[in-house]
């Protein structure tokens, strides 16, 4: 299946948008270690590679309080335009990332899921519905929340994230 192209009003919407912003990279696992934690290096990898800056990066354990505090930091940090995180997003009990940066959201991009489970459906099959990625803004910022896989890391940063978040930044800053 081709991919449309973007009609030249979206051109301009992503002309508008930032070329680069900083991004802080949180990875939520009790067993991640900086030396382990190949799902965040991706992360940061991925948008490096596209010109994008890691403000910074924290491992984060898979509790909601934790997260939450986490998230809070780093949408409440001047320099940070997004956040992007990564973990804890299956239906096992341990898994509490969606909704634990759910109610920190003042928008959700319901968008960012259903594509999300469609292309990874057309790479790994069913198993696709187990997945709760999820997106958003908070704080005027957009925030991610990608499973923990390297695979599915690729699949979000690659199709979705790199492509639109200077897009996403710059149309959640607008005001009214």
């Known amino acids: 299946m081709s ?29 991640r270690t900086p030396e382990t934690d190949s799902g965040g290096d991706l992360v940061a990898l991925l948008l490096e590679e596209a010109g994008q800056r890691i403000a910074h990066r924290s491992i984060v354990p898979d509790e909601p309080e934790a997260i939450q505090a986490a998230t809070r930091q780093a949408l409440g940090d001047p320099e940070v335009g997004a956040v992007v995180l990564t973990g804890g997003t299956g239906v096992a009990p341990r898994d509490v990332t969606p909704e634990s940066v759910a109610p920190l959201l003042e928008r959700v991009v319901p968008g960012f899921g259903e594509l999300f489970r469609w292309l990874s459906y057309q790479e790994i099959g069913s198993a696709a519905l187990l997945s709760r990625a999820l997106a958003g803004i908070a704080h005027g910022k957009p925030v ?9 890391v690729r699949l979000a940063l690659t199709k979705l994230v790199v492509p639109e978040i200077g897009h996403l930044a710059a149309e959640a800053q607008k005001t009214r």
Request: aromatic fraction near 2%.
């Open 144 to 152: 991610f929340v990608l499973p923990g896989s390297r695979g599915a």
């Open 3 to 31: 991919e449309e192209r973007p009609s030249s009003k979206q051109h301009a919407h992503r002309r508008a948008a930032p070329e680069s912003i900083a991004i802080a990279v949180l990875t939520v696992s009790d067993t």
